[in-house]
């Protein structure tokens, strides 16, 4: 089954510590990208990738880092989660000029 | 700046009864706009790719057009499963894509 696997899907954490949220995708898409989603504001790209070690910065990249070593993996790190960084994370993947395919989120809370 | 705007927030509708749901998008050299139905707890769900003005695309109860300034989704006598919110996304140069905030859509047996 064709799919983009996030995890975890739920997270708790303290304010300053280190996490990675991992993202799989089975269909070998070339691009890959973050999104999180906040009440009123809608679904904003953190992040995305046009293939293996070639990443950008989408609208909200401040606080995250990503990485692309392998075609199927496209990781978010957040090196030192703050509150505001509270929310509901989407990974995503596509082919070149096609739709995106979602995973099913990561809800993240940072106190 | 690049920006999307989807309108109304919500909408509730009488089982039947048909409307539109509207997408207006400021961007420079527009490369798609898309379509997504998202249920609670659950990621985005894509339904139509648009290109170029003039382009129409239907699914089932679901028509999606596309001007020079906006899109339309056009619901004709939606059913209760289709309850839903409806995300509009355009694709700017670059590969970057800009969301709007989506209309929550229910519809009443």
């Known amino acids: 089954e064709a799919q983009v696997t996030q995890n975890p899907r739920y997270l708790i954490t303290v304010t300053g510590k280190k996490l990675t949220v991992t993202c799989s995708q089975n269909m070998n898409h070339e691009y890959m990208s973050w999104y999180r989603q906040d009440p009123g504001l809608g679904l904003r790209q953190i992040y995305y990738?046009?293939?293996?070690?070639?990443?950008d910065k989408g609208d909200v990249p401040e606080g995250y880092k990503v990485s692309r070593k392998e075609k199927r993996n496209f990781p978010l790190i957040l090196e030192s989660p703050s509150p505001n960084q509270t929310s509901l994370y989407f990974c995503a993947s596509r082919r070149t000029g096609n739709e995106q395919y979602f995973g099913p989120g990561t809800r993240l809370t940072v106190t | 700046e690049d920006q999307v705007t989807q309108s109304p927030e919500a909408l509730r509708l009488q089982e039947g009864e048909s409307s539109s749901l509207n997408c207006s998008y400021t961007?420079?050299?527009?490369?798609?706009l898309f379509w997504y139905r998202q249920d609670p707890g659950k990621g985005p769900e894509f339904l139509f790719t648009?290109?170029?003005a003039g382009e129409e695309k239907e699914k089932e109860r679901l028509k999606a057009t596309l001007t020079k300034k906006e899109s339309f989704l056009h619901i004709t006598a939606p059913k209760p499963e289709d309850s839903a919110t409806y995300l509009c996304?355009?694709?700017?140069?670059?590969?970057?894509?800009?969301f709007g905030t989506g209309t929550s859509l229910t519809v009443i047996p």
């Open positions: 648009l290109y170029s």
């Open positions: 996304a355009v694709q700017a140069p670059g590969n970057q894509f800009y």
């Open positions: 961007v420079s050299g527009l490369r798609g």
């Open positions: 990738s046009m293939n293996v070690e070639v990443t």
